[in-house]
């Protein structure tokens, strides 16, 4: 009969006991951060969809994307027209945004979220002209 020596794991010295209990209170925190922050979000009451020019920069993404042909600051016509004044309504400049208009515009529903084109719109609708 063969005898198995047993292997023991060598004992934890004190010292190390309140790093290895801090190590595991960090990554228990670190696993339940993203649940937690799940949980929150998915009770916040929903919001007002619309917004105003400074929620999210309205006018840095119009100067990026629509300034080029919107010239001013879409105080002027250069390659469309001129936006501040616009008689055209939300609904319209809202879809235009999104859908862009064959061979004149390009669509930017892609590229920008609902909150993005609200923004943009608030942006539009406070020019001076």
Known sequence: MVRRARVQSPPVSPVQMPM???????TGIALSL???LF???SQAPKQD???RETDIEGGTMFATSCGFCHENGGRAAGKGPKLAGTARSDDFIVER??????GAMPAF???FSESQIM??????RNLEE
């Open 39 to 41: 949980a929150q979000q």
């Open 20 to 26: 290895l209990k801090s190590i595991l209170l960090i």
């Open 109 to 111: 529903g892609g590229a």
């Open 34 to 36: 993203p649940f937690g």
């Open 97 to 102: 945004i999104k859908k862009g208009k064959p």
């Open 49 to 51: 969809q619309s917004a």
């Open 119 to 124: 923004a943009i719109l608030a942006y539009i």
